[in-house]
């Protein structure tokens, strides 16, 4: 599995690390998401898409409200890239010169 640039860069953003840390316990609304970062309800809203592009967050209509919920499966695959790359660095292979 290749290592994506882009999706690294989804994960990399400090506010949507920090909504993925939450909803790894619990789904959540975008209300609770304002309560718990601080951050304005349009900026989490903004994030939570990119999150749902990127594949990593599944969105639940619930009344009026819309709850969000983690997708494992996602960042198994990125901890799977990680970890073939880490296991890659780990060999004593050398390009000659």
Do not use: W
């Not at 989490?44 to 990119?50: D, I, Q, R």
């Not at 969000?68 to 000659?96: F, Q």
């Amino acid at each position: 599995m290749a290592l994506d640039a882009d999706v690294l860069k989804v994960l990399a953003d400090p506010l949507r690390a920090r909504i993925l840390q939450l909803l790894a316990a619990e789904a959540l609304c975008t209300c609770h998401l304002v309560e718990e970062t601080g951050a304005k309800q349009a900026n989490v809203s903004n994030h939570l898409k990119v999150l749902r592009e990127a594949g990593f967050v599944d969105a639940e209509p619930c009344g009026r409200f819309t709850y969000y919920r983690l997708r494992p499966d996602a960042l198994r695959r990125v901890a799977d890239a990680l970890h073939e790359l880490a296991d890659r660095a780990g060999s004593d292979a050398r390009r000659p010169c």
